[in-house]
């Protein structure tokens, strides 16, 4: 597997707006547009800044969401680290050849059309790690 950065750090939030523009207005981030993904069950916006990983915020659409389910267990706060590699089906692979425990076998389409993948976090002491393919 070949890691090429540190992606983005994601966020589980109530409500993506009022998140966004809490770290808006108190850090000086650029916020994205909000992006629906039906399919996932979420909302997501970017925010980004100079030099730094980008920060993702990810609301729930409904209460069967992961999302929703994950902030009734523990409340908002980080929910992932995404990690960018060159090439994501190699890299899933590598993985089930060491026993790595998989959310996802194969690639799903992510936030920006982007293609990405999630290793259990019980494979990584508690922490869920997505990988995203690199553009």
Known sequence: MSITKLDHIAIAVQDVESSADLWVKTLGLDAGVVEVLADRGVRLCKLTADRVPDLELVAPLG???????????????IHHICFEVRNIEQSLEDLKRKGVRLVHERPVEGGEGRRIAFIHPQSLGGVLIELIEQD
């Open 63 to 77: 209460e069967d969401s992961p999302i929703a389910r994950f902030i009734a267990r523990k409340g908002e706060g």
